[in-house]
T-cell receptor, first 111, second 116 residues
Framework: SQQGEEDPQALSIQEGENATMNCSYK?????LQWYRQNSGRGLVHLIL?????REKHSGRLRVTLDTSKKSSSLLITASRAADTASYFC???????????FGKGTRLHILP | DTEVTQTPKHLVMGMTNKKSLKCEQH?????MYWYKQKAKKPPELMFV???????INESVPSRFSPECPNSSLLNLHLHALQPEDSALYLC???????????????FGEGSWLTVV
């Protein structure tokens, strides 16, 4: 089953620009997490935002959550070549033990 | 750096072989997971273990058999696989089950499986 849907599916930007990725989901959640995956590697946890939070920052990352619209956004400021990766949102459903991943956004930072 | 270790990193097996994927974590986590990921797709949950007991089986075919020998180890036994089972298999762990809000899941680097 799939809960999250990222938008866009692929994004190419120049180094130094900001990158914004969006995630929409279908059902009520406890929290929403963003993960990064470099090609062929494991997933790295970036940030978690709880359902009662609206915005959260971590370094160059800013995550927002709008539970009324069932959507979240991940902003990466001042992008670097090392940010090239796939980014997934993952939702934890209420009263469930599952974390379900969205389709992901493939981000490519151009030199 | 991940603190979830998976072995082997690469595995090629025939359809009649029996092999195992291994996963180890020393973070004291009580929940462990197996995910399967095909190219350019998101990870798909296969199994969840909590306190060494199987908590969730996402209708995975019986040719995949999980085992949790102790709280630090998680195995995935493979038998009579099909070529379409070729994928990246990711192990993960978390402090507790995710229903206890705010549990981050830590992933290993994965085991690349090719079935020939």
């Amino acid at each position: 089953s799939q809960q999250g849907e990222e938008d866009p599916q692929a994004l190419s930007i120049q180094e130094g620009e900001n990158a914004t990725m969006n995630c929409s989901y279908k059902t009520s959640i406890n929290n929403l997490q963003w993960y990064r995956q470099n090609s062929g590697r494991g997933l790295v946890h970036l940030i978690l935002i709880r359902s009662n939070e609206r915005e959260k920052h971590s370094g160059r990352l800013r995550v927002t959550l709008d539970t009324s619209k069932k959507s979240s956004s991940l902003l990466i400021t001042a992008s670097r070549a090392a940010d090239t990766a796939s980014y997934f949102c993952a939702t934890e459903l209420n009263r469930d033990d599952k974390i379900i991943f969205g389709k992901g956004t493939r981000l490519h930072i151009l030199p | 750096d991940t603190e979830v270790t998976q072995t082997p990193k690469h595995l090629v097996m025939g359809m009649t072989n029996k092999k195992s994927l291994k996963c180890e974590q020393h973070m004291g986590h009580r929940a462990m997971y197996w995910y399967k990921q095909k190219a350019k797709k998101p990870p798909e949950l296969m199994f969840v273990y909590s306190y060494e007991k199987l908590s969730i089986n996402e209708s995975v075919p019986s040719r995949f058999s999980p085992e949790c020998p102790n709280s630090s180890l998680l195995n995935l036994h493979l038998h009579a696989l099909q070529p379409e089972d070729s994928a990246l298999y990711l192990c993960a762990s978390s402090q507790d089950l995710v229903q206890y809000a705010g549990n981050t899941i830590y992933f290993g680097e994965g085991s690349w499986l090719t079935v020939v």
